[in-house]
């Protein structure tokens, strides 16, 4: 079946810019995460969300950052006034429940470039 | 500090060759330990995931395997093949919510 899919796959903005990332993840999967990727670096959360639940935004590293959910499906992160530190690939996942063992299934990621 | 230190941090290996990557956590609680692939411009893949009762698990060519009580675990690469080509990476879940620790990488690359 369909896997995670995103869009963009690449995105370059201007500083001070709003950008949105989109995110479908597996039909059915009720779990879905935002994860960024810097160069050299680890990956760090930034949301997640379970079913209708509120979400969990502990990683999310400004008020500039922000994501929503629609209708338990398609999800959107929202990164206002763009900075160069933003510049990474955000990836997303979902899982078919928040359990700790369940599988992470990740989409192919958005790069993002502010100059 | 990283919860999750993997070395080394690159490996250029010939084809063919054998490689083993290895992972140090300090997770707590810990629920479980997975490995991951990620091809260049693409999405983590995983490859395994190990709980603490299970010392190695293999997925084709990787074997994976774990000591939950230094905190240690590797993954092992048999016949290296161009298409190991990849970062791999080392995830710890300490239980919950599926909250992940995700370690920097090891970045290996196989050359013929």
């Known amino acids: 079946g369909a896997g995670v899919s995103q869009s963009p796959s690449n995105k370059v903005t201007e500083k001070g810019k709003d950008v949105e990332l989109r995110c479908d993840p597996i039909s059915g999967h009720t779990a879905l995460y935002w994860y960024r990727q810097s160069l050299g670096q680890g990956l760090e959360f930034l949301i997640y969300f379970q079913g209708n639940s509120a979400p969990d935004k502990s990683g999310l590293p400004s008020d500039r950052f922000s994501a929503e959910r629609t209708g338990?499906?398609?999800?959107?992160?929202?990164?206002?006034?763009?900075?160069?530190?933003?510049?990474?690939?955000y990836l997303c996942a979902s899982s078919p429940d928040s359990g700790a063992?369940?599988?992470?299934?990740?989409?192919?990621?958005?790069?993002?470039?502010?100059t | 500090k990283n919860q999750v230190e993997q070395s080394p941090q690159s490996l250029i290996i010939l084809e063919g060759k054998n490689?083993?990557?290895?992972?140090?956590?300090?997770?707590?609680?810990?629920?479980?330990?997975?490995?991951?692939?990620?091809?260049?411009?693409?999405?983590?893949v995983s490859l395994t995931i190990m709980t603490f009762s299970e010392n190695t698990k293999s997925n084709g060519r990787y074997t994976a395997t774990l000591d939950a009580d230094t905190k240690q675990s590797s993954l092992h690469i048999t016949a290296s093949q161009l298409s190991d080509s990849a970062s791999?990476?080392?995830?710890?879940?300490?239980?919950?919510?599926?909250?992940?620790?995700?370690?920097?990488?090891?970045?290996?690359?196989?050359?013929?």
Do not use: H, M
Request: hydrophobic share 30%; glycine share 10%; proline share 5%.
């Open chain 1, 72 to 89: 338990g499906s398609v999800s959107t992160l929202t990164i206002q006034r763009t900075q160069q530190e933003d510049s990474a690939v």
């Open chain 1, 101 to 114: 063992f369940y599988e992470q299934y990740f989409g192919p990621g958005t790069r993002l470039t502010v």
């Open chain 2, 19 to 44: 490689c083993t990557l290895q992972c140090n956590y300090t997770v707590s609680p810990f629920s479980n330990l997975r490995w991951y692939k990620q091809d260049t411009g693409r999405g983590p």
């Open chain 2, 88 to 112: 791999y990476i080392c995830v710890v879940s300490a239980g919950g919510n599926n909250r992940l620790a995700f370690g920097k990488g090891n970045q290996v690359v196989v050359i013929p």
